[in-house]
Structures are given as C-alpha cells and as structure tokens.
C-alpha cells in the first residue's frame, strides 16, 4: 500500500506532474508546491546550447556592448512592430530579463556568432507551463546582418530539440506582432502552423493595439520538423 508521501510524489502518467491524490493536508499541498517548483526550476536551469557556427549561453551584461553594437545594425529599435531595444536601452533589457530568470519565469540567452564569438542578438524560453509540457520560445532578435543567413535556423533547432527531446515538450510555442511579416514568414518556414490570431492582445509602447499570431509546433509534427530544419541548416548556400 502507497504511503501518503509515496502517494504525493507519484507522478501521473499523462502529465508527468505530481498529484496530491485528494490530499488536503495543508502541509501535503504545500510539499506538493514544493515538488512542482522544484520540476520548474529544471526547466530554467541555467545551460549553453551549442551548433554549428552558434552558440547560445545564458544572457549576462558582460553582453552589453555586443548587443549594443548589435541593435544599431539596421536601427532595429525603429521597427515599430518589434520589440527590440535601442542602444542606451539595452542595459534595462538583459535586466529585465534577468529579473524574470531570477523569478523563474523565463530562461534568456545571448546568441554567440562562432565566427566572431560575439553577441549578435537574444532569445528565450518563456511561459513556461512545466505541468503541461509547453514552453513558448520568444523575445527572439538578431542583428539584420546575420538574418537570412541560418543562424536563426540553427539557433531554433537548438531550442526544438532541447524543448522536445529533453524536457519532453508535447508543443512549443511562438509568437509575433500580426505586422511583423519578416518574422512570421521565418516562423512558418520553420514548419510551425497558426493557432490562432489574439485580437487587441496587448497596449505597445506607442500606444498602438497589438494582434498576436500565435503559432505551435507540437511533439507528433517535430520528427518532420527536425528533419527539415537539419536539411535547412545543413545545405550549401
């Protein structure tokens, strides 16, 4: 016969999260917090992705004066559509993210270019949903000289196969600005496929109503996903 604790901290099949199992005792459900914060914390725990000619590591302001240097390529700050940070605002930005990392609501990185082992743009996991096995991968920018030259295509493939292939990912998300066609044709060259459109999601900087496209990739799509993205990354340019 299953112990209480046995009982508390036996994973159930379809979910992989701890079940209480009608337990009410108040300090059962707070051991029961206790385990999932502790599943969460595997989900952002601190790593370093590596492919070929990339590299992503967790997200520092020993970055700064790359990613500096990496925002006036192009004045990407000016796309209102975007994101991005300008150049006296990019300190603030890997604080801010720093800050959700700290309160384990997200994992950033600075995406390293092998070729001249600097920072050229940021990425995420972020809304996380660690009982459901989602994960949306987002905050994503890169300098316009390396788009368009498959680092993007690599940077995603580590991140799809981490998300799928270690944390066991039944859908990973992702999602943009409904004007910001660059970035969802990238997002659907990747194979990914739109849910859905949120309509008046959220209130921009300039005051503007953002609709977001929001797209997903789920476990049963990512063995053509990874295959395609492998051939992408992979072929002569």
């Given at each position: 016969m299953l112990t209480r604790t046995s009982r508390l901290l036996a994973m159930s099949e379809d979910s992989s999260k701890p079940v209480c199992w009608s337990v009410q005792s108040p300090v059962v459900c707070?051991?029961?917090?206790?385990?999932?914060?502790?599943?969460?914390?595997?989900?952002?725990?601190?790593?370093?992705?590596?492919?070929?000619?990339?590299?992503?590591?967790?997200?520092?302001?020993?970055?700064?004066?790359?990613?500096?240097?990496?925002?006036?390529?192009?004045?990407?700050?000016k796309l209102w559509y975007t994101s991005?940070?300008?150049?006296?605002?990019?300190?603030?930005?890997?604080?801010?993210?720093?800050?959700?990392?700290?309160?384990?609501?997200?994992?950033p990185f600075a995406i390293i270019a092998e070729s001249?082992?600097?920072a050229v743009g940021m990425t995420t996991f972020m809304n996380v949903d660690a009982a459901n096995r989602r994960v949306e991968i987002g905050s994503t920018w890169l300098r316009k000289s390396v788009q368009r030259t498959g680092l993007n295509t690599q940077c995603k493939l580590l991140l799809l196969t981490h998300a799928f292939e270690v944390l066991d990912?039944?859908?990973?998300?992702?999602?943009?600005?409904?004007?910001?066609?660059?970035?969802?044709?990238?997002?659907?060259?990747?194979?990914?496929?739109?849910?859905g459109i949120l309509r008046?999601?959220?209130?921009?900087?300039n005051g503007t109503l953002r609709d977001t496209c929001v797209y997903s990739i789920i476990a049963g799509?990512?063995?053509?996903?990874?295959?395609?993205?492998?051939f992408q990354a992979t072929r002569p340019s």
């Open positions: 707070l051991l029961c917090l206790v385990i999932m914060k502790a599943h969460l914390m595997t989900w952002l725990e601190p790593m370093t992705l590596n492919g070929p000619g990339v590299r992503l590591e967790l997200l520092d302001q020993r970055h700064h004066d790359d990613l500096v240097e990496a925002t006036r390529d192009g004045a990407l700050w991005v940070p300008g150049p006296d605002g990019v300190a603030a930005e890997i604080q801010r993210r720093l800050d959700l990392f700290e309160q384990q609501q997200m994992l001249s082992n600097k990912c039944i859908a990973v998300e992702l999602r943009t600005h409904f004007f910001n066609r660059q970035s969802r044709a990238g997002i659907e060259r990747l194979g990914a496929k739109l849910d008046n999601h959220q209130i921009s900087p799509e990512w063995p053509t996903v990874k295959a395609h993205l492998t």
